[in-house]
């Protein structure tokens, strides 16, 4: 609880002292989202062993400021999110089960950016830092025990945006890179009891947006993936080979 607290004060935070730097902003908005999220782990043999898949949603601030002469860039966002998705797996003794997963969690990222300009086309490389936390909880069944997961993720980020200015009021942009997560945790009670951490394998995964902004409306198609390898063992237990991927759609307004 204190985390979720946390993540909502540094979201509020975010939202009213950035218009405070109004001198170097270049955009503001608020935008909620609707995704599409897919688990996948997969055990030492190769083979599936869970599947979850479903929407969650989200709402979220992003901003971009200028730090120097309009072309060194700070572009972030921060946003929550949540929902509830279908769960295909199994319990530790082999035995198929079918529930869902309740999730709520953080997601935020901060670069820097150099552009080059030419005309109404720009193009920005850049580097920076992602966070995302969520908790995750199976509910129980009449064959399993209610399980939660607790995750950390910090990643390093390396990218480029491109934009297309159609008009004064209308644009286009694209953006996409790779990240690597650098820190990786996961707070477990993978058999319904006491706490295990485990830290999960690193592996880059990619991430891209692109849409546009006409006036105030600001439409989006936006993908991220995950990638995680097996964690050492702890006890009896490991975190299994993870893939996963969000697709979604956000519509923001601009505030600036």
């Known amino acids: ?13 975010f939202a009213t002292a950035t218009p405070l730097r109004a001198a170097g902003l270049e955009e503001l908005s608020l935008y909620p989202s609707i995704q599409y ?14 599947k979850e ?17 309009k072309v060194l860039l700070l572009t972030g966002k921060t946003e929550i999110f ?41 193009l920005e490389p850049f580097a920076g830092l992602g966070y995302r936390w969520w908790h995750r909880e199976i509910q129980a069944t009449v064959i399993s025990s209610t399980t939660t997961e607790e995750w950390d993720i910090l990643s390093l980020r390396l990218g480029a ?19 690597y997560p650098w820190f990786n945790r996961n707070v477990a009670n993978p058999d319904g009891g006491s706490d295990e951490t485990f830290h999960p394998g690193r592996k880059w ?20 993936g995950f990638r ?8 009896s237990f490991y975190q299994p080979r993870t893939n996963a991927d969000i697709v979604g759609i956000s519509v923001g307004f601009a505030f600036r």
């Open 161 to 179: 945006r491109g934009e297309c200015r159609l008009s004064p009021a209308a644009r286009l942009f694209i953006a996409g890179g790779a990240k």
């Open 37 to 50: 999220f897919t688990w996948e782990e997969f055990d030492r043999a190769d083979s599936r062993i869970v």
């Open 53 to 69: 898949e479903g929407p969650l949603y989200g709402l979220g601030v992003a901003m971009k400021a200028d730090l120097a002469s």
């Open 82 to 122: 949540g929902g509830e998705v279908k769960y295909d797996g199994a319990t530790l003794a082999g035995a198929p089960v079918r529930s869902n997963v309740d999730y709520v969690g953080i997601n935020a990222a901060l670069d820097l950016g150099y552009r080059l300009q030419a005309h109404n086309l720009s």
């Open 205 to 224: 995964s990619a991430f891209a947006e692109a849409g546009g902004q006409f006036g105030r409306i600001r439409p989006a198609f936006f993908y991220e």
């Open 228 to 235: 995680f390898g097996d964690s050492p063992t702890v006890g």
């Open 1 to 13: 609880m204190e985390s979720i607290a946390a993540c909502v004060v540094a979201l509020a935070l």
